[in-house]
């Protein structure tokens, strides 16, 4: 009787870069060039890499797009939404009568 070996598919490989790694090279391509600046290509150039890394984190350009208008959003908006819940934090009178909100600052 002749048995059969079945070849195991190899695991996945973690890649060396990690998620935040691609996250920040996107951000900063975004401020240099804008949303058509943010290519996978130059990502991964840039990071030293191969662009198949990319694809283990997100499954698409936009996805990563997406991500970073989600971390804009919650790292510049996140004072402006303490003051609307509560319009009296943070806030202190100035000399000359002034406001200053030290939630935004």
């Known amino acids: 009787m002749t ?3 079945t070849k195991k598919k190899p695991a996945a ?3 060396a870069l990690g998620r935040e790694a691609w996250l920040r090279a996107g951000r ?4 240099r060039a804008g949303v058509t600046g943010v290519e996978i290509n130059k990502l991964a150039r840039a990071l030293r890499v191969t662009r198949g890394g990319f694809y283990y984190f997100f499954p698409s350009r936009q996805r ?3 991500e970073l208008l989600e971390d804009w ?3 510049n908006t996140a004072a402006f939404d303490a003051v ?3 319009p009296g934090v943070g806030t202190r009178v100035m000399p000359g009568g002034g406001c200053h909100n030290s939630a935004l600052a």
Request: proline share 5%; net charge positive.
């Open 3 to 5: 048995s059969r070996r």
């Open 13 to 15: 490989r973690k890649p």
């Open 28 to 31: 900063v391509a975004l401020i």
């Open 64 to 66: 990563l797009l997406d």
């Open 73 to 75: 959003e919650l790292t």
């Open 84 to 86: 609307i819940r509560d």
